[in-house]
């Protein structure tokens, strides 16, 4: 996965959708348990090699980049699994944030595919940006009443769905019950945990069934870890032991249960010292048509036709530094946001322009009477350290 050098983007990563990323990754996990999908399997995890497991078990790390497991692995940390067992390295979706990935890790499409480009999502056509997976608006209101038809609306294709043996979703806490997890909705069973042991424990029962079954299991507390603490903080480097050994623990509570066991992760971060709050750029918003959407470290940007130049000289002086930017219209060109037939609001959800952070650099575009914050590490841009994920599998 070299970076690309030339271009608009020379020097980041594209992720390496011709069978090595995570939507290949499904793809092979989805026909191995009898579905379809319109992907390439992952190169060298082809679906036949997992159709004789009883079970897939796939689990989420969310944050774990291959480049943090690197050093922690370097430090003598992880020796209950992670340093027990080989990895390969794959990469994730653009963006490289957990609101993309994780719809492509419930459904099996890509982010051209779902349309989901960020944590906040531009909805042109109900006039909102939207902080999608809470459904909510940026500014923290419903994002629509209760009678609205979600799943219509985000018109979601789900490869998962085709599956025809059992299909199980388990994570943290309200996640399996949320209005977004429910809109476009393909499985059998949903169940919550607040704790590592309980995500233990649930698995472990999941792999007792003698009916063939995919689960779909997620942990989003080391990514939670990273942004408030940083990568590289005592606190992290804790809570990556802890789920180290639980996983450790779950490997050996799954030996004779016939189960293919995966475990990979949505995105890497990066910590991210340098902050620029967007609002504070005298004149920035006043370009916007909406407010941005996107990430810490890709900004989507709608600008007013009659203040283009206006907004390109802003960033040209205050932002050069910070940034890459690139026409929303080039991205969509290098099919960035991976293959697939595009949804069918793709375009108008893809910024006119997009900020592409530099090393070290994040964005804040806080809307109006409310107060900044950022964290200490952040993702969603395309750095190799965001892009590239590790891939375990260990058989039970």
Known sequence: MPPIHKGPLAGFY????????VINLLASIIRSRGGRSPHEDLADLPARSLR?????????????????????????????????HPHRIISTVFPATTAAAVTTFGTG?????????????????????STILLTKTKTGSPMAREDFDLGKYLDTPSYISSIPCRKELLSWAHIPQSRYSRANDPWDY???????????????????????????????????????????????????????????????????????????????????????????????????????????????CFVRPARVERFLRLVRERLSNACVCVPGSYLLEQRVFGPGRLHRS????????????????AFGSTPPGMESSFNKASHGGMSAEEVRVPLYVVWC
């Open 14 to 21: 594209m992720p390496d959708y011709r069978r090595g990323s």
């Open 52 to 84: 004789p497991a009883r079970h897939v078990v796939y689990l989420l790390v969310d944050g774990l980049g291959e480049a943090q497991l690197a050093r922690l692995l370097s430090s003598g940390r992880g020796t209950a699994f992670f340093a027990q």
């Open 109 to 129: 499409a890509s982010p051209a595919e779902h349309g989901v480009l960020g944590w906040h999502l531009h909805l042109h056509d109900l006039g909102l940006v």
């Open 190 to 300: 949903r169940g919550g945990y607040r704790m590592l042991t309980g995500m233990v424990r649930q698995v472990a029962v999941c792999a007792q069934r003698r009916s063939r079954s995919v689960t779909y299991v997620y942990w989003p507390e080391y990514d939670s870890h990273c942004h408030e603490y940083s990568c590289e903080h005592p606190k992290t480097r804790r809570h990556f032991e802890e789920v180290d050994r639980a996983i450790g623990r779950l490997v050996r509570m799954l030996q004779g249960t016939d189960t293919a066991l995966v475990i990979t992760a949505d995105h890497g971060l990066v910590d991210t010292p340098h902050d620029v709050e967007l609002r504070d750029v005298k004149g920035f918003y006043d370009c916007l048509a909406a407010l941005p959407s996107g990430d810490a470290r890709q900004v989507q």
């Open 346 to 361: 793709l375009e108008n959800r893809v910024g006119d322009y997009v900020l592409l952070a530099k090393s070290g650099c």
